[in-house]
């Protein structure tokens, strides 16, 4: 059979829509998934009891019937579904009563007689759905099936289209995975068949997307030979979406006017300290930022000895960039004065948008329609904008004595939360940020642009995201892909909301899943961005990958004056990929020959209270030559008295050497925290806990991974 | 029937033995069950085909057939169990078969019979086992049976004897517990008669604890009415142990001596700056502590202008306590010196024990003889030793420029890592210890010693404690429970090293999970003792429990200046216990009555950038006066420039007047950590991140429902 094209699904949508269905009927489905190769059982509608007992005895007893219909969703709820049929006399009788009931139920309408079918032996069940996602989309679910899928809320998800390689990683990612791989004396299952199964109903789901709001293929019964999908239940969509795959292009122009701008204007500039107003004047015009800055206020000739304007008219020049901190419904008016002038970038502090609902949301939605008609780029409402480390411009309303502004480096961040903005900056105050972004109710510039942007950016080598939700998930997955792809710059994620469920939970198995972190944990992995689990970890991460190289592989070594560190480390290896590594016997010879009896030579390295820098520097070079070690973990007891202050000079010096990212820990008072800003200063990362350093270092080995192509 | 009694069990332990079994037959146990009053399959052991036939008659079919024997452990995979026989003709080829069987791989010993029993209906299975933990003697199991158990080490563990209260929080706490409660439409188990069924396990292991190694009930099948043990397995010890279910006594005599001696001797005290002996000396000689100080080294006249002796005997009286940073192997000797002059008290700093093996552990052995024999108290060796914030005392060979030495507070923390200890001294700056011991290789002292001493000290509110494994757990745990019952004070704990799997997996199920951490989670919990994930969690919990009042029930209320940690800590909430609460409606319209629009008065509180010292004072009085809020969470954006200073004040007075528990969080650089100082410094905990903060609140939290008695 040939397969059917669009203009199939087209009508079929259609038609049903037209007589009031809701669904595809499940024979309908399992049809198109039979002339695409996939195993279904055999079977037929029948309209009549003869019928149904002519396919019966043609397929062999027991049976499975079914309504089919285009409008039931909960057949087995329903007393729709009837298994282990034995014999004609059976079907007869089951046959009438489904037909009776399902008329009732169905007010004489949408069924379309009973499918007869062969009952599937018993294998490993499965469960493999479609969604379409508010934010990414039409995406796969696949899950344990049976019990497993709602008790473990064991799923994962990637985003059509998906290779075979998603698949398998897919369901590597179940915690039920042992089921298909033999469990306890079974047969191993046919995973190749599986993944053949999902890999198709993905691609028929590509073919479908505009027409399906969500589906179930609940159960997929894998056998030691062998697939079949024995259920499938295809809800419509309730309007056709004919663009539902294709995603919005990142759009980066003007946005390098929000870094360094040779021109700013404030508008709601103040002269009281305290004001947000001031507080940005005195941050653009009392440090190191260079470009020319136009406080707008129509009480004051001049802010900080600098020359005030009325307004936007009445200055000398088109301002590169408007900051502006005036009550949120004048945006509209001022993006208007903005384009005649000539300015592109407007980047908005104030907040009481969408937040607070009622009319404020209307005047957010005007910004956006004005953004694309007028070509004026908008950073927020609601957020603290800008930073860039070499242009030293920011909009930040916080003083430099409250809020540090880090040095130049490579790190770039883009942020929800414009408290762990000011938290990504303090915590770099040594190894320094190219460019930050808190971009608030993103009414134009999304995280999509400014990945975009960033990943364009010379002077950033790794992009981190703090993430609520995404506005076009697509669109920045795009931009994330191209970010690793074409630029080679990582990119880190933590997404926060987590507990979110979708209220689609009635529809279907998958449509209850939809909305889940398990989505974006999914979708962010299939294209490559390295996910994390706090702010903390994420700035680990984002600092490991700034200073270090990639991991060529997951095995560490581990190495500290006290153990207690590397023990707590050791519980957090599996879940984040690390493989504690035995050490290669000259290794372990070359540091027993070299050390005193008390030094524990195997990984993790114990060189005990007694350790010199001397001593630190012996075992790294020694870690470092050994092919099996990929990263180098130190942690450093700075109290520890024989620990001297060489360290420092010769970690700089290791790390110059070093081929293998090298990733320290330390935990401690003053002094801890001033060698840990001496190593840093160096190029060694050292964490101050366990969670974030093992973060760090898997970062490191996930982007190895990932720059091989996995 | 009468109970059997441990003569009975004795009796019968010791004839298998003597023929070489090695289990207790299954159908003996489930007798034991059966006299109990536990439901057992109707069944008996038939030795000829006939017996058999006529016992299946009784049943009625089908019926299922096992072998019984004292020395088969896997019945199921040597073939030596057939379910579902369906009629006499079957019953008795299929004894006939697995007598053959039985006696070949048997070596025509141990076979008893064929047990016939009836076939029980499907239900949901459970597993209950039974193990003697090395660490905590006998304990109980309980998880999910069939896949589930080894498919998620879906298990939790209990310390014999157990309570009613104990099984219901194992049940609770399985990650298929919602199969018990009648899933996707089932019927609801009769969880009532499975919490019988393990108690009345669970006294029946009480009974023959001395006698066994490990024992299965696996499945213990649970019906809407009714629950069954369908198989058991109880494996024996090698030997019997008699005093298995008793606990060493903590003995807390002389332990004073180590923390505010009026005398110490140093042995190895050195006059070469970065000795470890130097520094030990420098710190007791050159800061506030005010006991006598005697440093022996026979090379010296003075050590940093203190009088040097050659020996013990030279000293002028005999020191109260003694701290040895010489070799270890000197240990012994100096042992039986301090004795005879009348000291009780030893600390040893110096490592190279039992870590190293050979001939070092039989040191270690020789001191733990002769503490006992000589009333000599020993801490160590391998440690950095003991502090007392009040009388200055410490042994640390770390400089006061390297590691703080904290003010006088009221936590007080026990460890097995030294870093760690050093890393609580330094954590607590600002909040202050009473008392701190690295207890090392525990050749003497150990937790339980350690646990009830500082229970006692009146200085102490809160005891903390890291473990990587314990001594005699049992000893631990009931020093535990009297510190929290008898001395109303918290212990907190963090164990590490929680990859650790048993070798025992052959023998049983139960085996399999023996030594994992389940079994440290459930007893610790059983025992009240708060547990944590990671080191500063632990910190955490710690100083929030001793700065703060428990708090009444689990419903949190979150305000913040930024909403952005709000959000993470809400991902967090499920897991620590804490409820995100509705606040009562006189609260939210006098927030709403009192503050600008912008300013959103839902739990959790958005109070935006704008937010003054006022407003946080504001929403906190509300809180406090809120019937529905346990405890109070405010995140802090100090660099935010409204914020004012006058937040330290406000919220002393706050905490002075709160009887509800506030715990806050912030992040960021130097100015933020200036601030949580402050707040710190008036009785208010604010912690560095999400994880810590909701670790600290869930602490106050649980300690609220510990006090309770759960």
Chains 1, 2 share one sequence.
């Not at 005895?57 to 309504?67: F, L, Q, T």
């Not at 134009?444 to 990945?451: F, K, M, P, R, S």
Request: proline letters at 6%; a neutral charge; one cysteine or more.
């Amino acid at each position: 059979m040939a397969k059917k094209n669009t203009q199939h699904f087209k009508g079929e949508y259609d038609r049903i829509k037209a007589q009031g269905g809701i669904a595809f009927p499940e024979a309908m489905v399992k049809a198109w998934l039979a002339e695409r190769g996939v195993r279904v059982p055999v079977g037929r509608v029948a309209r009549t009891a003869d019928e149904a007992s002519k396919i019966g005895a043609g397929i062999g007893y027991p049976v499975v019937i079914k309504v089919s219909s285009d409008r039931m969703l909960h057949k087995t709820e329903s007393g729709a579904v009837k298994l282990g049929v034995k014999g004609p006399g059976e079907l007869r009788r089951e046959f009438g009563d489904m037909r009776a009931r399902a008329n009732d139920s169905m007010r004489h309408r949408g069924f379309e007689g009973v499918l007869v079918e062969e009952q599937v032996p018993p294998g490993v069940e499965m469960i493999v759905g479609l969604q379409n996602d508010p934010h990414f989309g039409p995406v796969l679910m696949v899950g344990m099936g049976g019990i497993l899928t709602d008790l473990l809320e064991d799923v994962a998800f990637r985003m059509l289209p998906v290779a075979r390689r998603d698949v398998r990683e897919m369901l590597r990612g179940l915690k039920g995975r042992a089921l298909l791989g033999g469990f306890r004396g079974a047969e191993p299952c046919d995973v190749q068949a599986l993944e053949d199964t999902i890999l198709t109903i993905a691609r028929l789901g590509a073919d479908i997307a505009p027409y399906f709001e969500s589906a179930d293929f609940n159960p997929v019964i894998v056998h030691p030979k062998g697939a079949v999908v024995v259920d499938a239940k295809v809800v419509l969509s309730d309007v056709v979406r004919p663009r539902v795959l294709s995603a919005g292009k990142p759009h980066t122009g003007h946005l390098e006017s929000f870094f360094n701008p040779a021109s700013v204007a404030v508008i709601g500039a103040s002269a009281s300290p305290g004001k947000i107003g001031n507080v940005i004047v005195d941050s653009l015009v009392n440090y190191e930022f260079k470009g020319r800055i136009y406080p707008i206020n129509p009480n004051r000739e001049t802010i900080m000895g600098v020359k005030c304007y009325p307004s936007l008219d009445a200055l000398p020049e088109a301002p590169e960039l408007a900051v502006m901190v005036v009550d949120l419904s004048e945006g509209p008016r001022l993006m208007k004065e903005l384009a005649a002038n000539g300015t592109h970038a407007l980047l908005v502090v104030s907040g009481g948008g969408k937040e607070l609902g009622g009319s404020r949301e209307h005047i957010e939605r005007e910004m956006t329609r004005l953004a694309r008609e007028l070509d004026v780029r908008v950073v927020g409402p609601n957020c603290i904008g800008a930073f860039d480390g070499r242009s030293r411009f920011d909009s930040f309303f916080h003083s430099h004595e409250r809020l540090l502004r880090p040095p130049a480096g490579s790190m770039s961040f883009i942020t929800q939360s414009g408290t762990w903005g000011c938290g990504f900056l303090e915590a770099a105050e040594v190894s320094g940020v190219s460019r930050m972004v808190s971009y608030g109710n993103r009414v134009d510039v999304d995280e999509g642009d400014l990945i975009a942007c960033l990943a364009a950016d010379e002077n950033t080598s790794v992009v981190g995201s703090y993430i609520e939700g995404l506005g076009d998930g697509r669109k920045f997955l795009a931009a994330a892909r191209r970010s690793i792809k074409e630029h080679g710059k990582p990119v880190v994620a933590f997404k926060t909301g987590r507990n979110a469920r979708s209220a689609n939970a009635a529809v279907s198995h998958t449509g209850a899943y939809g909305g889940t972190y398990a989505v974006y944990e999914g979708v962010l992995r299939q294209a490559g961005v390295i996910t994390t689990d706090s702010f903390h970890e994420l700035f680990a991460a984002c600092q490991a990958l700034a200073l270090q190289p990639a991991a060529a592989g997951p095995r560490a070594a581990m190495l500290s004056n006290g153990a207690g560190p590397m023990v707590n480390a050791l519980d957090l290896f599996p879940a984040r990929g690390l493989e504690l590594v035995r050490l290669a016997r000259p290794s372990v010879r070359a540091m027993r020959d070299h050390f005193s009896f008390f030094y524990l030579v195997e990984n993790p390295v114990d060189v005990t209270g007694s350790a010199s820098a001397e001593d630190y520097e012996f075992v790294i070079r020694t870690l470092l030559d050994d092919p099996k070690v990929d990263v180098i973990m130190p942690f450093f007891v700075f109290q520890d008295t024989p620990l001297d202050e060489s360290i420092v000079e010769r970690m700089a010096t290791l790390n110059r050497l070093a081929d293998k990212p090298i990733v320290g820990c330390a935990a401690g008072g003053p002094y801890t925290a001033r060698m840990v800003r001496a190593l840093e200063e160096v190029g060694v990362p050292v964490l101050p806990d366990v969670a974030q350093w093992t973060a760090a270092a898997s970062a490191l080995i996930e982007w190895g991974r990932i720059k091989k192509g996995r």
